[in-house]
Every structure is written in C-alpha cells, then in structure tokens.
C-alpha cells in the first residue's frame, strides 16, 4: 500500500507540476486558466454529483453554501494573482512562494477559527518555510514575489474554508459544486477581456490543462484514502522542488539557482514537518 500511496502522490505531483509550467509557457495564463477550468469542470462536476446521487444525496446547508462560495471567490483570486505573478516573474520565484505560502496561511487559520495548536514539529516547520520562502525570493527581489505572496493567501484561504465546508454536508456536493462555481466565475471575470499577449493560445493547452488538474486532483484523493496526509502532502508539493528545477534548468532562470533550488527543499521539508505534526 504504501509503494501505492507513494506512486499516485508523485504522480499527483508530476501533474501539478506539468500543468502549472504550461500555464506559465501560455502567453495569457487567465484565459488559459479560465479554459482549463472549464474543460475539467466537465469533467470532474459530473462525477462528483453521479457520487452525491450514489451516496444518498444529502443537502448542503446554509451555512455549506455560504462557505461554498467563499471558497469560490478564494479560487478565483487565486487565479487571477497566479496569473499575474506568472507574468511578472520567474516560475522558479513564483510557484514555491505561492505553494510555501499556502500552508503558513492555513495554518493560522487553523489557529485563529479552527481553534487548532501547534506542535514542536509544526513550529519548525513553518519556520523551515519561512526560510525557504526568503531563500527563494533572492538575489533581489523578483517582479513575480508580491503577487505569488498574494497567491498563496488565496491558496490558505480556500484550504481553510474547505476544510469547513467539506465537513459541513456531502463532499460530493461540495466538490461537485465548487469546481464548476469557479470555472463560472472566471468566465465571468475574464468576460469580453482581450488576450494581452500569445493570441494563438487555443483550447489545445487549456485542455490538456484541465486535464491535467483534474487527474491531479483524483490521484490526491485516491491516495488520501489509502493513506494519512501526513504522508500524503508532502509527496505532493514535492512539485515544488520539480518546477523550481524545471524553471532554473529549462526555462534557463540561472539568477540565484542555489538559493532558489535550496528555499524549494526547505519549503517541502516545512510542509512535510507541519503535516508530520
């Protein structure tokens, strides 16, 4: 079980990887992320309801569907500043300071509503991420570090509110609902927008975007049913390692590739400390 478990959280990792560095190579990352997100919510919404029909069809709550759009509106913004930072910066910059801010954001938010309390092994590792987010953003202080900080607000965000939400009613529903609610409201965000630059950007990328997250997403929670997410995260958000190599090695990002590859290793060893907690 356990080489199992190992096998689909990389492989969940690989494509968060492979679709967070086709977002970048886009041209225009928010058309491409509204695109994508409406080629995997027809994917993923479907499912997610034929397993609500399955499971009795429990209601949401008021109080689910409150939170349900919060998280929402979360995602959007998530999206709109992950595009904004992918423009301004370097991928090697941007993706680990917005996957190494997430978790510092969620865990606050677990201490302030969730009532939560770190451990030891929680204190170092938000002090690991700390350190590999200032690491990650030397020599200078790259175009791309603002809004990718503000991205990983939005990813604490929404990681707070669902674990709320899930638990608040069918995670099914909640799932089912949430996908499509965020692929409807960048749609109408990015609505009558012109493509800023890369106007041969087509449906191909975005596809196979959506695709991509979408079996990203399904490996996850295959492997949380088999496992703990101590073990679980971990594994996954060692994409932050792979795309900051990608970024230095492909995308040729040679300024400060020490202290970037080093912050990305410091940053998973954080999270895999606080999961371990």
Do not use: C
């Not at 990015?190 to 399904?218: D, F, H, K, Q, V």
């Not at 230095?248 to 907690?277: C, D, N, S, T, Y």
């Amino acid at each position: 079980m356990t080489v199992a478990v190992v096998a689909l959280a990389l492989a969940a990792a690989g494509l968060h990887a492979g679709w967070n560095v086709l977002l970048k190579s886009s041209g225009d990352p928010l058309p491409t992320s509204t695109r994508s997100l409406a080629a995997s919510a027809a994917i993923v919404t479907p499912i997610a309801l034929a397993g609500w029909l399955a499971t009795g069809h429990p209601p949401l709550p008021p109080a689910g569907w409150l939170v349900l759009v919060a998280s929402a509106a979360a995602e959007l913004f998530y999206f709109i500043f992950l595009s904004r930072a992918y423009q301004a910066g370097d991928l090697s910059v941007v993706y680990p300071i917005a996957r190494g801010t997430g978790p510092l954001v969620a865990v606050v938010g677990g201490l302030l509503i969730l009532r939560e309390h770190l451990t030891a092994l929680e204190l170092i590792g938000v002090v690991a991420l700390l350190a590999g987010i200032w690491s990650v953003r030397r020599p200078r202080l790259n175009a791309g570090v603002f809004p990718a900080l503000i991205t990983g607000l939005f990813i604490g965000t929404y990681t707070t509110l669902d674990r709320v939400g899930i638990n608040l009613g069918s995670p099914w529903l909640y799932g089912g609902l949430l996908w499509l609610l965020i692929a409807l409201f960048l749609a109408g965000w990015t609505r009558g927008r012109p493509l800023r630059r890369g106007g041969g950007e087509n449906w191909r990328t975005s596809i196979a975007i959506g695709l991509m997250s979408a079996a990203a997403y399904g490996l996850v929670l295959v492997a949380l049913v088999l496992a703990p997410v101590a073990i679980v995260a971990p594994l996954r958000e060692s994409a932050i390692v792979l795309v900051t190599a990608w970024g230095v090695w492909k995308l040729k990002e040679r300024e400060g590739a020490v202290p970037r590859l080093a912050g990305a290793v410091a940053i998973v060893a954080g999270i895999a400390l606080i999961a371990l907690g």
